[in-house]
C-alpha cells in the first residue's frame, strides 16, 4: 500500500462537533504536514510537526505524530462550516527531495 | 501575504500540442515544485527544483515533461506533444527551506481534447 494513507475517507459532521482524521505512512520521515484544499482550490498549509515532536497545536487545529507507530492525527475543535474542505497529510520523506500526500479526508460541516 | 502566481488558470489544448505552465514562486523562496492532480484523485509530485536543477523527479516525469527557471522570477513547466491523459490540475508550490511548509499556488487546469 501506499505512503500516506488517511482515513476516513469522507467525514460529516455537525457544526460545533470535532473531526479527527488519521494519517499513516510508511517510511521515515522528517516531518509530517497537513494541507487543506477547497474545492477546485489550491492546497493549504495548516501545520508542520517534526519528527522529534509528539503533539503542536495551532489555534482549533492539534496534530499529534507517533512515530513508533508511523501514524498522525489532525482534530479540529468546534468546527464550522468553513473547515468543509478535504485535508491531505503530506509526508517528507527523510532522503528524499519533496512531500508525498495522502489521499485525503473529505470533510464535511452541516450547519 | 506572498503568494505563488500560477498562470494560465485554465488551458485547453489539443491533444498532441504543446502547452507551458507558468508559475512565479514567493520571491525568497529557494525551493520549487510541481505537481498535479487528477480530478478527485490524490496529488501526484512530479519533480522538485532547487539551485537551478532538478533536484528529485517522479517516474510520471519522463521525456515529455521538462522544467526552466528562465529568469529570477518564473518557473515553468513544458508538456509537450500533450495526451489526453495530461488533463489534470497542475499546480506549482514554493519553500523557503528544503523542510519547512510549502506555499501552493491555485493551479492550471489542463484539459487535452
Known amino acids: 500500500s501506499q505512503q500516506g494513507e488517511e482515513d476516513p475517507q469522507a467525514l460529516s459532521i455537525q457544526e460545533g462537533e470535532n473531526a479527527t482524521m488519521n494519517c499513516s505512512y510508511k517510511?521515515?520521515?522528517?516531518?509530517l504536514q497537513w494541507y487543506r484544499q477547497n474545492s477546485g482550490r489550491g492546497l493549504v498549509h495548516l501545520i508542520l510537526?517534526?519528527?522529534?515532536?509528539r503533539e503542536k497545536h495551532s489555534g482549533r487545529l492539534r496534530v499529534t505524530l507517533d512515530t513508533s507507530k508511523k501514524s498522525s492525527s489532525l482534530l479540529i475543535t468546534a468546527s464550522r462550516a468553513a473547515d468543509t474542505a478535504s485535508y491531505f497529510c503530506?509526508?517528507?520523506?527523510?532522503?528524499?527531495?519533496?512531500?508525498?500526500f495522502g489521499q485525503g479526508t473529505r470533510l464535511t460541516i452541516n450547519p | 501575504e506572498p503568494e505563488v502566481t500560477q498562470t494560465p488558470s485554465h488551458q485547453v489544448t489539443q491533444m498532441g500540442q504543446e502547452v507551458i505552465l507558468r508559475c512565479v514562486p514567493i520571491?525568497?523562496?529557494?525551493?520549487f515544485y510541481w505537481y498535479r492532480q487528477i480530478l478527485g484523485q490524490k496529488v501526484e509530485f512530479l519533480v522538485s527544483?532547487?539551485?537551478?536543477?532538478?533536484?528529485?523527479k517522479s517516474e510520471i516525469f519522463d521525456d515529455q515533461f521538462s522544467v526552466e527557471r528562465p529568469d529570477g522570477s518564473n518557473f515553468t513547466l513544458k508538456i509537450r506533444s500533450t495526451k489526453l491523459e495530461d488533463s489534470a490540475m497542475y499546480f506549482c508550490?514554493?519553500?523557503?527551506?528544503?523542510?519547512?511548509?510549502?506555499?501552493f499556488g491555485s493551479g492550471t487546469r489542463l484539459t487535452v481534447v
Open positions: 508550490a514554493s519553500s523557503a527551506l528544503r523542510t519547512m511548509g510549502y506555499t
Open positions: 517510511t521515515s520521515i522528517n516531518n
Open positions: 510537526i517534526r519528527s522529534n515532536e
Open positions: 503530506a509526508t517528507d520523506i527523510q532522503g528524499a527531495q519533496k512531500l508525498v
Open positions: 520571491s525568497n523562496h529557494l525551493y
Open positions: 527544483f532547487y539551485n537551478n536543477e532538478i533536484s528529485e
